[in-house]
Nanobody
Framework: QVQLVESGGGLVQPGGSLRLSCAAS????????MGWYRQAPGKQRELVAS???????DYADSVKGRFTISRDNAKNTVYLQMNSLKPEDTAVYYC???????????????WGQGTQVTVSS
């Protein structure tokens, strides 16, 4: 049974930081590209960061320079370090696993259940 379990969300003030984690089980983690998505109320889910098996990374323009994606294959975990958070970063954040092309079109093979991030004073 495949599981992707996100953690690390919460309430943070503007300018603050959070680190999200996504722990995978039931897959050969090192063979999957991983992505972090977010969905704000009333908006479509968007890909904010991705990392390939070779650890090449890509970011949405809205988070470049503020967010960093990384992976630890020994722990079957992908991370999203979020700095200089803004109210517009408020969303449910999801991780996904799949081929890079599938991550790009928002159709990973597997999804996590999501974790809420709220940026507010």
């Amino acid at each position: 049974q495949v599981q992707l379990v996100e953690s690390g969300g919460g309430l943070v003030q503007p300018g603050g930081s959070l680190r999200l984690s996504c722990a995978a089980s039931g897959i050969v983690f090192r063979t999957y590209a991983m992505g972090w998505y977010r969905q704000a109320p009333g908006k479509q889910r968007e890909l904010v960061a991705s990392i390939t098996t070779a650890e090449n990374t890509d970011y949405a323009d809205s988070v470049k320079g503020r967010f960093t994606i990384s992976r630890d294959n020994a722990k079957n975990t992908v991370y999203l370090q979020m700095n200089s958070l803004k109210p517009e970063d408020t969303a449910v954040y999801y991780c996904g696993a799949g081929r890079p092309t599938k991550l790009l079109i928002g159709k990973p093979d597997y999804w996590g259940q999501g974790t809420q991030v709220t940026v507010s004073s």
